[in-house]
């Protein structure tokens, strides 16, 4: 293969980062990765690192858990990155940044993100629909029935390799 037919392959390639805290990675994240692939040929999942939050899950964990998840699927990745969201889309080559929808809630808050995110740069935002089963479905319910104990297997996949 030449160079010019690789590099041609790269650029053709649709990248998609899909920004999250992850903490943890549920069923609903997990979700919205299965229907981007319908859409992009690559899709990355990005654990943002903000040094202003603290988080339950530990990153190693996290990383690993996703990897596990999509370990048959070679068309996702996943890395954390620190700073700016758009600056991490451009630095792996991502055209189009990833969220999924439960509610008008989430809508309202989402837009004003992606339309910052658009005036700074030349990434789009696509939205997606969470299932309807999964829509009550957060990390911070997650997050609260394991502080207390309960049992996370039924909300996220590969809870055993978090805790
Ligand atoms: P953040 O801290 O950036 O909001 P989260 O890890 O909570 O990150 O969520 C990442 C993305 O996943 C967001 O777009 C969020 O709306 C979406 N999301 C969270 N839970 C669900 C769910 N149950 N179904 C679909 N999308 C979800």
């Known amino acids: 293969m030449s160079v010019l037919v690789f590099l041609t392959l790269i650029l053709m390639n649709k990248i998609a980062l899909f920004p999250g805290s992850f903490d943890p990675f549920t069923k609903g994240h997990e979700s919205i990765v299965n229907q981007s692939l319908d859409i992009f040929d690559e899709i990355i999942i990005g654990i943002g690192l903000n040094t202003e939050k603290t988080y339950l899950f530990d990153l190693d964990k ?6 596990e998840i999509f370990k048959n699927q070679d068309r996702v990745s996943v890395s954390s990155y620190s700073g700016l969201t758009t600056d991490f889309c451009q630095s792996v080559n991502a055209s189009h940044i990833v969220r999924g929808l439960r509610n008008t809630v989430d809508f309202e808050y989402e837009k004003s993100i992606a339309h910052v995110n658009r ?7 696509l939205f997606l629909l969470t299932e309807e089963n999964l829509s009550s479905l957060s990390s911070s319910v997650v997050r609260e029935i394991h502080k207390n104990g309960g049992d ?6 590969q809870h055993n390799i978090l805790v």
């Open 62 to 67: 996290r990383m690993k858990q996703i990897q």
């Open 119 to 125: 005036s700074m740069s030349e990434i789009h935002t």
């Open 152 to 157: 996370i297997s039924l909300f996220v996949t």
